[in-house]
């Protein structure tokens, strides 16, 4: 329960330092990812131009990669971003988007895993499941599953892969293989607005630019993300998907270190 506090504590050092996240993601959670960074007082950019995106990642706090729309060129950029924040000692944060649906999302995330050295690996269950070759349930990761599966899961992925793993859901876990932490805030609508899992990253991004455990960044930005969720659910639920998304930009905003410490919940298994 001392990860409350030092969540909350983090908030505050990201909006303090104002971290520069460069995002190499999706064209469908572009813009929604720059405005949910903005909110949290980050400083997004997005650059995906193999000329320049070496340049880019060194000066960022942290570089965030998401293969959610790839293609050969935007890969090729991942790698040259992802190898020079690797010599800057940027941390670098994955999310495998669709890993598993294909052959060239399953064989480019484990490249990139190999080649680049990462921070922190994000995704839901089946995600984590198909990088490290195992199967799971693509639709309908819940049903069946008990969350001590996902710890578990979460577990061999983070020794395998040899990094922090983030796996979201009704509950987010995160572990580097031996201390494992469950967030339990969160809301259901989250999963009825695109990019809520690629803004997570982002998200996490931002805190690892602060803090260099990346479990701690991990836990202290997932847990802020679903407080904000819960807020802004209470505000605008009842409205819908697109109430929602625009109340949860606000609730990125205004939710503060006090929020997090009063409504956080964090559990260590
Ligand atoms: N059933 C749920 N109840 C509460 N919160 C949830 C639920 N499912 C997901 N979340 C939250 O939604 C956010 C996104 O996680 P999710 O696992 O849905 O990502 P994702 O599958 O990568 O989404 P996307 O690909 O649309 O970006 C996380 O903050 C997670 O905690
Ligand atoms: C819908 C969708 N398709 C590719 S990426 C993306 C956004 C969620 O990751
Ligand atoms: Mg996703």
Redesign the pocket.
Known sequence: MSHRYEGAELLERVRKANPLVHNITNVV?TNFTANGLLALGASPVMAYAKEEVAEMAKLAGALVLNI?TLNAAEVEAMLMAGRAANEAGVPVIF?P?GVGATGYRTETARCIAEQIKLAVVR??AA?IANMIGERWMIKGV?AGQGNGDVVALAKRAAVELGTVVAI???E?VVTDGQAVYV?GN???L??KV???????TSVIGAFAAVERDAVKAAVAA?TY??VA?ERAAAEAGERGPGSFQAAFLDALAHTTADDVKRTGRVEQR
């Open positions: 959670v959610g999310d988007v995704g839901n995600e819940d979201t859901g009704k987010d967030v969160g809301h259901p989250l999963t695109t990019g809520t899992g690629c803004l997570a997932l993300y679903g969720a």
